[in-house]
């Protein structure tokens, strides 16, 4: 059974930095697509950032490039999200999908990009709040 738990959201200023990890369990580095989501109140979920696991591509939002670093470490997904501003704030999840066979037996290089819509990924964490202020 897959897990996401994160951490390490909080409260910073505009300009400040956060760093946030998702330790993931229960399944097969390389085979799954992680992402970042994020939540503010009234609008829709929607990506920050994917990354295919075990040295898969990597995927920004416009919003984020430059800003943002998705990484994985081991077991956990990072997301180093510096230069903050307040439209960054809400709530951010740690997702993942398993990819299709006929996805898993390309090599990592010629593999499609993770999907970018919250459909596409089938577990989730509960999420860790993040706060702007301005």
């Known amino acids: 059974q897959v897990q996401l738990v994160e951490s390490g959201g909080g409260s910073v200023q505009t300009g400040g930095s956060l760093s946030l990890s998702c330790i993931a369990s229960?399944?097969?580095?390389?085979?799954?697509?992680v992402g970042w989501f994020r939540q503010a109140p009234g609008k829709e979920r929607e990506v920050v950032a994917t990354?295919?696991?075990?040295?898969?591509r990597t995927y920004y939002a416009d919003s984020v490039q430059g800003r943002f670093t998705i990484s994985q470490a081991g077991a956990t997904i990072n997301l180093q999200m510096d230069f903050l501003k307040p439209e960054d704030a809400g709530m951010y999840f740690c997702?993942?999908?398993?990819?299709?066979?006929?996805?898993?037996?390309?090599?990592?290089?010629?593999?499609?990009?993770?999907?970018?819509?919250?459909?596409?990924?089938?577990?989730w964490g509960q999420g860790t709040q993040v706060t702007v202020s301005s």
């Open positions: 997702a993942a999908a398993h990819l299709p066979l006929k996805t898993l037996l390309l090599s990592r290089e010629t593999r499609p990009p993770c999907g970018t819509g919250s459909g596409d990924y089938e577990s």
């Open positions: 229960g399944f097969q580095f390389g085979d799954y697509c």
């Open positions: 990354l295919g696991t075990g040295g898969g």
